[in-house]
């Protein structure tokens, strides 16, 4: 019933609210909430939804049991070989507007598309009249008409709708009523959605969904439960009758709320449970949205229920107090009963009673395409008949279109067509002249009802000739087999004559056989002959017409004469089905199953991924298509076998899911499309063909002191796969120095842990596999690195920093001591500069060392970044260090770090610039366990930045005055020589930026 707000669970094919269902989010809300659930601790009776959804499909793993579907079924179906009079649906018209097993209709729609919208579903109109009640009156109010409203909204466009369905002439528009390929729904109804039936349903449907709902989501018309007390968990119950006077759609005024009417609150479905702790009334404790309905008998389990597994205790907390669940399925069959009542008065008040008749019957009948062709004698005993066939053409049409005072007509989209015959095959010209044409067209195909009366009106002044037996019928029937005929509706011709044709006909050389062959080859052409005259030759021969073509005779010698025997076939004709192959072919997809270890996954050596699929018609097959929502698939050349079954090959590739859905043309004159029954047009592919991720870096990376001991070292190895998901590892190589340098690492398995020794220069490599579980592989190797002798590595031991925000240069330190001598120093310097020139540090001076400019990044308009070197031999007390700029006047920032075991000058240096984009520059090591540093400033924007993974941010100043940024970051040590390191940050900046770096070298001995 009565709607959720997400939409239903994986069906085989998921596609729009006309096909089967299905919603990614199911999945994985339903695993959030198992362990939601693990992790309550209230009492016994909380009731919890499985899946905040079902619209109109059937799960017993979602409590999805059709609701809105049984519920429209129960109100409007017109019953087994019933005929809609109006006031009920035919079966297909029905299938649109409910749904059928397995697909979301008109009604479900707002479950598929309107999940979050809370006037479809008439929640959030919560409302319990206690003291602090967060939502006051008002505010219930303001939601329920908001959910009327939304509900009218749709009403009156259906009612709009509903007047393209006729023409300005009140004739059916064919196209606007074809339902054959069936209706798709959107959920804003902007533009042409489909055509005019479709919109109707669609509108009227989604109106349905809403009134149905109120009825579930209030308790407008439940109780409450009479053993606990008043309060969110069990609001009172008004006890109502439906239809309700809140759901009068077509009235416009103002509604009259009851006091104590609530429905309830919904924000997510994360939240929605019912528990003692609830302080507001939720749709958890108010919905009895999961009863099982039984269309003929009400909430009784139907069989299909049963062998579902579908139980009585899915069904609500509020459903199975007293018989809660069972008044509001009452109350929303009898109120989608009103509605429709109310909206076939709302196309009368609109349209009038006679155009809104027809309104009616086309959206509740399975309207049948008709083409019908008269082929008439006009030879000259024929004048009596022709006469009344033309003082009832008015009325035959009526029949065809619901016109005229009859309380129920089949209503058709009809195409009338009328020939006429003669004679011209005399065998004596002399006594009797040959007529001047064997058989005419007088009308083509039309839908006229004017057009129609008109060529049959003319037909007596055609009478004459036909001085012998028999006539030309053949040539008559054989010219009304040649019209063009529609796919996909029944092909008719009525024959009336009082004569037998020439069998063969010696002009034409046409034959009895030859025109049934004729047509049966259109599907058929059926003939209905109209016997007139009593001649028993002519009764024999137009009989044996009709039993070969599928037709029917019909005898003018009973009462109502011509008139009464043409009703009669007309009647005939429109109830009958389709004639011919009306079925689409069978289809079936085949494609491969991966080897059971590999968890319904192919893997790179088995991509691409073939398969076939073959289709067979009794027609014949003339095209079979298919399609890959993965996106990923070839088709290979249509084939045929001996016996006319069709077959193509495909071709999967690309890593993902691959849904292949497949259809196929038939070679019948009805080209039927789509897939027949027995079908099993759907296949699935799961493909990851690509390798795994793995990473194994080492610890310690760099190994020093260069000392020849047994140094332990462990590896973090971590494999990772986006597809199929990781399966291990294991360790296949350690390489570098003598067998007694590496111990207690067990190849083949996943170790990660050993020992190796620390001998000068030695660089050891460790080789690990990694699988993923499609069963692709890749490899990861990790080096690490002893120093070439006792030396350590490179560290900071002094830093120190300032920025300079004012209209002043140079750019000034703070003092700097270092506590030991032979160390390296480097200034980084980052300064604003002119927006149309560049800016640079002309000299750095402090401390009496020689300082010299060892990276810089200062193109137009960017300011500047650059890192000074200098070494210091002894140990540097209280220096300033100063640093000038060409340009004067601009904001910026100094760094100076002192470094520990460092080489006395820079070695690799790098330097980049930008106009937005992610700020990054990249230094190719020289030497093992260096550091990478840089200095880089952003020109206009004052941030808080996030360095690449594994690197640090030393220092960073957002100078907020002039907008800009200024900061210094690190990376490393680096273990091995030769290593390119791309230093920078992980966020896109939207404006200009530079960035200078160095590689710090340790100073290896």
Excluded at 519 to 525: R, S
Excluded at 675 to 704: F, K
Aim: charged share 20%; proline share 7%; with cysteine.
């Amino acid at each position: 019933m009565i709607g959720a707000r997400t939409a239903a669970g994986r069906g085989r094919r998921r596609t729009g609210p006309t096909g089967p269902a299905g919603r990614g989010r199911i999945a994985g809300a339903l695993a959030a909430l198992a362990l939601l659930l693990t992790a309550l601790t209230v009492p016994t009776w909380v009731y919890a939804p499985k899946a905040d959804a079902f619209g109109t499909v059937i799960s017993p793993e979602l409590g999805q049991h059709a609701e809105h579907e049984q519920i429209t079924r129960a109100a409007l179906a017109c019953g087994a070989g019933k005929k809609s009079d109006g006031s009920c649906f035919e079966p297909d018209s029905l299938g649109q507007l409910a749904g059928h097993f397995g697909t979301f209709g008109a009604v479900g729609a707002p479950d598929w598309d309107e999940t979050d919208v809370a006037e479809a579903h008439c929640d959030n109109a919560d409302f319990l009249d206690v003291p602090g009640y967060p939502h006051d009156r008002t505010a219930r109010d303001n939601a329920i008409n908001g959910c009327i409203d939304h509900a009218r909204a749709r009403y009156d466009q259906g009612v709009t709708a509903a007047g393209q369905l006729l023409d300005s002439g009140d004739v059916l528009r064919g196209d606007q009523v074809d339902i054959s390929l069936g209706c798709s729904f959107n959920v804003d109804g902007s533009g042409s959605r489909h055509n005019a039936k479709c919109d109707v349903i669609e509108d009227f449907g989604r109106a349905l969904h809403t009134v149905q709902d109120f009825y579930s989501h209030s308790n407008y018309v439940d109780r409450s439960d009479p053993d606990e007390p008043i309060g969110p968990t069990n609001p009172p119950g008004l006890s109502q009758s439906a239809p309700s006077e809140l759901m009068n759609l077509s009235d416009t005024g103002p509604k009259k709320i009851p006091p104590n009417l609530t429905t309830g609150y919904y924000k997510s479905f994360f939240t929605d449970f019912c528990t003692p702790l609830n302080t507001l009334v939720r749709h958890a404790c108010m919905n009895k949205d999961k009863a099982i309905i039984n269309v003929d008998t009400g909430v009784d389990p139907p069989t299909w229920s049963v062998s579902l597994g579908l139980l009585p205790q899915e069904r609500t907390h509020r459903g199975v107090i007293l018989d809660n669940e069972k008044r509001a399925v009452d109350a929303a069959v009898a109120e989608t009963r009103q509605q429709w009542v109310d909206f076939r008065k709302s196309l009368s008040h609109q349209y009038g009673d006679a155009r809104a008749h027809k309104m009616i019957l086309a959206i509740t009948q399975d309207v049948p395409k008709v083409d019908l062709v008269f082929a008439i004698d006009t030879t000259g005993s024929m004048a009596p008949y022709i006469d009344q066939v033309v003082s009832n053409a008015d009325a035959l049409l009526d029949d065809l279109s619901a016109g005229g005072n009859v309380p129920f007509v089949r209503l058709t989209d009809y195409r009338v067509g009328v020939v006429d015959y003669k004679d011209v095959d005399s065998p004596d010209p002399d006594s009797c002249p040959p007529d001047p044409y064997d058989a005419t067209t007088d009308l083509p195909f039309s839908n006229s009802h004017s057009d129609i009366v008109d060529a049959l009106d003319t037909l007596p002044g055609k009478v004459g000739g036909g001085c012998d037996i028999p006539e030309d019928m053949l040539s008559g029937i054989k010219r009304a087999v040649d019209f063009p005929w529609r796919n996909g509706g029944s092909k008719s011709i009525i024959v009336m004559g009082d004569a037998p044709g020439h069998d063969p006909e010696a002009h034409s050389g046409l034959t009895q056989q030859s025109v049934i062959d004729a047509a049966k080859a259109v599907d058929p052409a059926s003939v209905y002959p109209i016997l007139v005259g009593g001649d028993p030759s002519a009764t024999a021969f137009e009989t044996a017409l009709a039993e070969g073509t599928g037709g029917k005779v019909f005898d003018s010698d009973t009462a109502g004469g011509v008139a009464q025997a043409l009703v009669d076939a007309i009647t005939a004709i429109a109830a009958a089905p389709p004639t011919g192959d009306v079925a689409a072919p069978t289809v079936t997809v085949h494609l491969p199953t991966p080897p059971d270890a590999q968890g319904g996954v192919f893997n790179a050596s088995q991509a691409p991924v073939t398969g076939s699929v073959t289709a067979t018609d009794e027609s014949g097959v003339a095209s079979l298509d298919c399609a890959d929502n993965g996106g990923g698939l070839t088709l290979g050349p249509l084939t045929h076998d001996a016996s006319g079954n069709a077959g193509r090959t495909l071709t999967v590739t690309g890593d993902g899911e691959h849904e292949i859905s497949c259809q196929a043309t038939d070679a019948s004159p009805s080209a039927n499309t789509g897939v027949g029954e027995g079908s099993d047009p759907v296949g699935t592919a799961v493909i990851d063909a690509t390798s795994p991720t793995v990473a194994c870096p080492a610890s310690p990376a760099l190994i020093q002191p260069a000392d020849s001991r047994m140094v332990p070292v462990t590896t973090d190895v971590t494999v990772t796969d986006d597809a199929s998901g990781p399966a291990g590892f294991t360790l296949t190589s350690v390489t570098g120095g003598p067998a007694g340098d590496v111990q207690d690492f067990d190849i083949g398995t996943a170790d990660t842990s050993g020992e190796l020794r620390a001998v000068p220069s030695a660089q050891y490599t460790l080789t690990y596999q990694g699988k993923d579980a499609a069963g692709n592989t890749a490899t990861c190797t990790t080096r690490v690195v002893v120093t070439a002798g006792s030396g350590g590595a490179v560290a900071i031991d002094k830093a120190v920093s300032a920025v300079e925000k004012k209209s002043a240069s140079p750019l000034v330190s703070p003092k700097l001591t270092t506590g030991h001598g032979g160390e390296l120093l480097l200034a980084y310097v980052s300064a604003d500069g002119p927006a149309d020139g560049t800016q640079q540090v002309t000299r750095v001076t402090g401390g009496g060392l020689t300082w010299t400019r060892a990276a810089r990044s200062n193109a137009k308009g960017i300011g500047t970044a650059e890192v000074w070197q200098a070494y210091a031999t002894s140990p540097v007390t209280s220096a300033s260090v100063t640093a000038s700029l060409a340009r004067r006047g601009y904001d910026g920032a100094i760094t100076v770090v002192a470094y520990t075991g460092a080489a006395s000058t820079v070695g690799a240096t790098a330097h980049a610039s930008g106009r937005g984009g992610t700020p990054s520059a990249t230094v190719t090591t020289t030497v093992p366990g260096a550091l990478v540093q840089a200095a880089g400033h952003d020109w206009s924007s004052a941030l808080r930045l996030t360095p690449k993974s594994g690197q640090r941010i030393l220092v960073q100043y957002a100078d907020t005055r002039m907008d800009d940024t200024y900061w210094v970051q690190g990376a490393g040590p680096v273990v091995a020589a030769g290593t390119h390191v791309t230093i920078g940050l992980t966020q896109p900046l939207p404006d200009r930026w530079g960035l200078a770096a160095v590689e710090v070298r340790p100073a290896l001995s």
